[in-house]
T-cell receptor
Framework: AQKITQTQPGMFVQEKEAVTLDCTYDTSDQSYGLFWYKQPSSGEMIFLIYQGSYDEQNATEGRYSLNFQKARKSANLVISASQLGDSAMYFCAMRAMDTGRRALTFGSGTRLQVQP | DSGVTQTPKHLITATGQRVTLRCSPR?????VYWYQQSLDQGLQFLIQYYNGEERAKGNILERFSAQQFPDLHSELNLSSLELGDSALYFC????????????FGPGTRLTVT
């Protein structure tokens, strides 16, 4: 079974500052993927970034980077230079990569509010 | 815009009724997933189809069923609706190879009264 834990229900950050959203996971799979999604108030789920369990480098996508620490089973999302448009719910998710089980298991989410 | 479309955007119906939610995946994507997002349960996986065949089931109630058609669009049927079925229902799609990140549609917000 897979489990994702996001311990920060809400976070505040000042515009232009960096923020780290925490995510820890538990799985018995050897090969797995970790994903972050953004859900603005409009409701849609937007894919942000992916990290594979065997990837040696931390993933980066523009202002998003994933701080992957396999031994600690953590996959924190770092958003640099926060913008007002970054205010949203952020979900960490994972799935097995080498089986037919492609469904995502999601954490409970972190609500980020960017203040001017 | 993810390229995944879902209709309708909103649906209000009464307990005991049946509704059908529709999803069209991104062009070329063979896998379709259905998820339910509710305040008390969070985001939960319901069911996955790949190229017309059911691949995996999650916490899908027996009152719910789904199918994927030859043109790859999918429908989620919810019957004997209860108040607790009120939720945001997402469809997501992914390619058949590679990382297979899932792209989500805008969701259908179902309200059961």
């Amino acid at each position: 079974a897979q489990k994702i834990t996001q311990t920060q229900p809400g976070m505040f950050v000042q515009e232009k500052e960096a923020v780290t959203l925490d995510c820890t996971y538990d799985t018995s799979d050897q090969s797995y993927g970790l994903f972050w999604y953004k859900q603005p108030s409009s409701g849609e789920m937007i894919f942000l970034i992916y990290q594979g369990s065997y990837d040696e480098q931390n993933a980066t996508e523009g202002r998003y980077s994933l701080n992957f620490q396999k031994a600690r089973k953590s996959a924190n999302l770092v958003i640099s230079a926060s913008q007002l448009g970054d205010s949203a719910m952020y979900f960490c998710a994972m799935r097995a990569m080498d089986t037919g089980r492609r469904a995502l298991t999601f954490g409970s989410g972190t609500r980020l509010q960017v203040q001017p | 815009d993810s390229g995944v479309t879902q209709t309708p955007k909103h649906l209000i119906t009464a307990t005991g009724q049946r509704v059908t939610l529709r999803c069209s995946p991104r062009s070329g994507d063979l896998s379709v997933y259905w998820y339910q997002q509710s305040l008390d349960q969070g985001l939960q996986f319901l069911i996955q189809y790949y190229n017309g065949e059911e691949r995996a089931k999650g916490n899908i109630l027996e009152r719910f069923s789904a199918q994927q058609f030859p043109d790859l669009h999918s429908e989620l049927n919810l019957s004997s609706l209860e108040l607790g079925d009120s939720a945001l229902y997402f469809c997501a799609s992914s390619a058949g190879t590679g990382v297979q990140e899932q792209y989500f549609g805008p969701g259908t917000r179902l309200t059961v009264t």
